[in-house]
């Protein structure tokens, strides 16, 4: 059965001062994302304010357990970065 599932990421950028700045941030991290893992990654929200961001993570597979695992992972790795300053996360399986 195929499994799509979704990481909702609410964040603010620490100690960004400009849209520039933010953009560099998350170029970063959605690059070192990308090179890990085969997700697709999108900046929903806030794309207009330079230290709030929306980021989408979906993945889609016929293992359910392997999305979960995979979107636990970049939350993860957000975490861990200390750029961000998560303010919710939440996974959701789609369909």
Do not use: C
Not at 43 to 62: M, P
Request: charged share 25%; net charge neutral.
């Amino acid at each position: 059965m195929i499994s799509v599932k979704v990481l909702i990421v609410e964040a603010v950028i620490i100690g960004s001062k400009s849209l520039k700045e933010k953009r560099a941030v998350l170029n970063s991290i959605k690059g070192s994302i990308a090179s890990k893992f085969n997700v697709s990654i999108s900046e929903l929200d806030y794309l207009d304010k330079w230290q709030r961001t929306l980021l989408g993570f979906a993945v889609i597979s016929n293992n359910g357990k392997l999305n979960e695992t995979t979107l636990e992972k970049i939350s993860e790795i957000i975490y861990l970065d200390g750029r961000l300053e998560i303010l919710n996360s939440t996974i959701e399986e789609l369909g």
